[in-house]
């Protein structure tokens, strides 16, 4: 059983930048893929990034890259992601997700992952 809990999210501008932080239990965090996921009023959980167990690996939706990173530090068992040049259309509701079934590939879809944190709203005003 994997525990993920989420936090960094709050209001910004547009322009302006957060780091989300989702921190997991578990002594093998290392050994999972880990994803940031967000989800609108009124539309579908989207993949945002992903990244591998050691983080020599990432993967980003097209509308974040060059402005959103992914990264990890395996000794705190946390995965954030920094997110920078934030747009009114980068509001939604954050998810990390924990993928603990070994892959040589970044899951880009919801059921790729078996673990979900509760989630953190990120709002950006214009």
């Known amino acids: 059983q994997v525990q993920l809990v989420e936090s960094g999210g709050g209001l910004v501008q547009a322009g302006g930048s957060l780091r989300l932080s989702c921190t997991a239990s578990?002594?093998?965090?290392?050994?999972?893929?880990m994803g940031w996921f967000r989800q609108a009023p009124g539309k579908e959980r989207e993949f945002v990034a992903g990244t591998s167990g050691n983080g020599g690996s990432t993967y980003y939706e097209d509308s974040v890259k060059g402005r959103f990173t992914i990264s990890r530090d395996n000794a705190k068992n946390t995965v954030y992601l920094q997110m920078n040049r934030l747009k009114p259309e980068d509001t939604a509701v954050y998810y990390c997700a924990a993928r603990t079934i070994r892959s040589i590939v970044i899951g880009t879809r919801a059921r790729d992952y078996g673990y979900w944190g509760q989630g953190t709203q990120v709002t950006v005003s214009s």
């Open positions: 578990g002594r093998t965090f290392s050994s999972y893929g």
